[in-house]
């Protein structure tokens, strides 16, 4: 696979050049995220690390139910509308998803801010945790608009802003840590400064967006709307929501498991260990970047030989570029969770586990995103539907038993499950695999 052809590639070459620069991002973010993660581990300890986990789950799970899906539903109407109609008309989808998302994200924020106490108490048996809890919940709201706003972004292929605004709360965060950890040092430092960060990134995406939206509308002003009322935006969307949510069990469940079960620097061990397993579908990520609103101007415009084509290769790509990433964190994974401290170096195990998962994750490729930009929602949700109901139940089972090791285990096989699954109903529907795995023929 030469690279010159591949740049060549007019639709390839387009996800290729978004990549670079996204990828340079995550680099950025990488080390950045490795450098606030040092200061954490070794100025507050595994505790902290495991409480931040659990505030970041639960906000986690407190913005999918007001962004119901709408962050990936708007990387295919944006492309859609402007692809049929007008940017005018994308500025009305994108009005009406983000004015929902504020008001269904005041009603969650205020539940959670009610709730708190039981959280903290009945949850997770940790009654210090109630006051975090109700202040995550105040700043739920900028985390949603920040979520909308960055995708949005996205979804205009904005590739160098789409970058820029990923990488700054990483920035930001690494500087605010540094700043206070060596100037006023509070505990809960690492916690208060994610609220700020989520509250910057709100304001300074809103103020891009509205920056697209002015430029390109008025350098067209006599633009056709094709208005969407929220029933319709919602029956897209909702079968997305309930892929995220169930995405959410796959991703979350453990470290919420863990904080039902465990101590909370087992939680903040296990916590370093996946986010280094998440290297390995740093590839997969930056190609998602630009694949998606890509996926769905092609499937759109009826261009299906060239999305099977930019499909595979997105694949491949990423297969190749991964395998050196699995390698590395196999034969060295100690030594990088030595860097965090001793008492992380216990999580290798875990490491190894996950890293596999997610290697599973990227040579599947983008089969999420694919099926969902082709209208194909609803029977992605069946597959991570079932994935997730086994993905808790293996929890449920192995944390007790076996701690990190049980909960890196269920979330390598849940991930690996819905992966292949995936791949394999896009073979039997479209007639190809956008999959790559060696020896695996791409056509039935």
């Known amino acids: 696979m030469k690279i010159e052809s591949l740049f060549n590639d007019v639709h390839f070459g ?11 991002a995550k680099i950025a973010m990488l080390l950045l995220g490795i450098g606030s993660n040092v200061i ?3 100025y507050y300890g ?15 799970v407190g913005s999918i139910f007001p962004i119901m ?10 492309p859609e509308h402007v692809a049929k109609y007008s940017f005018r008309s994308a500025q009305f989808i994108y009005k009406k998803i983000i004015y929902a998302v504020i008001g269904l994200s005041f009603l969650i924020a205020l539940i959670i801010l009610v709730s708190s106490d039981f959280i ?21 709201i900028t985390q949603t608009i920040y979520q909308i706003n960055t995708e949005a972004i996205r979804a205009f292929k904005e590739i160098r802003l789409y970058a820029f605004v990923q990488f700054l709360p990483s920035a930001l965060n690494l500087l605010f840590l540094m700043l206070l950890t060596f100037t006023f040092y509070n505990k809960y430092n690492p916690i208060y400064i994610q609220f700020l960060i989520f509250t910057i990134g709100a304001l300074i995406t809103y103020y891009f967006i509205r920056r697209i939206f002015l430029f390109r509308i008025n350098s067209n002003p006599e633009q056709r709307i094709k208005k969407l009322s929220y029933s319709k935006i919602i029956s897209i969307s909702f079968p997305m929501f309930l892929t995220g949510a169930m995405h959410l069990v796959i991703g979350q469940t453990d470290i919420i498991m863990l904080g039902i079960m465990r101590s909370e620097a087992e939680v903040g061990v296990y916590a370093v260990a996946l986010k280094l397993a998440m290297l390995t579908s740093f590839v997969l990520i930056s190609i998602n970047s630009i694949a998606a609103p890509k996926f769905s101007e092609l499937y759109h415009s009826n261009k299906i030989d060239e999305l099977s084509n930019i499909a595979q290769k997105s694949s491949k790509f990423i297969f190749w570029t991964t395998t050196p990433i699995l390698i590395f964190l196999i034969l060295f994974g100690k030594l990088v969770l030595g860097i965090f401290g001793k008492e992380f170096v216990i999580g290798y195990v875990a490491l190894v586990l996950l890293v596999l998962g997610q290697f599973i994750n990227s040579a ?3 089969v999420g995103y694919f099926l969902d930009m082709t209208g194909h929602q609803k029977a992605f949700l069946n597959i991570i539907i079932f994935s997730g109901i086994l993905n808790a139940g293996l929890n449920l089972i192995l944390i007790p038993i076996y701690g990190i090791y049980g909960a890196a285990f269920a979330s390598m096989v849940s991930i690996s499950f819905w992966n292949i699954a995936a791949a394999i109903y896009i073979r039997n529907k479209f007639g190809f695999l956008i999959s790559y795995f060696p020896l695996v023929s791409n056509r039935r």
């Open 14 to 24: 387009e996800i290729l050049r978004g990549t670079a620069f996204t990828f340079s």
């Open 40 to 42: 954490i581990a070794r």
């Open 46 to 60: 595994a505790k902290i690390m495991g409480i931040l986990a659990i505030i970041n789950s639960i906000w986690v």
């Open 69 to 78: 899906g709408t962050n990936v539903s708007i990387l295919r109407l944006i």
């Open 120 to 140: 903290a108490l009945r949850i997770f048996s940790k009654g210090y945790l109630s006051y975090l809890i109700a202040l995550s919940a105040v700043f739920l």
């Open 364 to 366: 599947a490729g983008s």
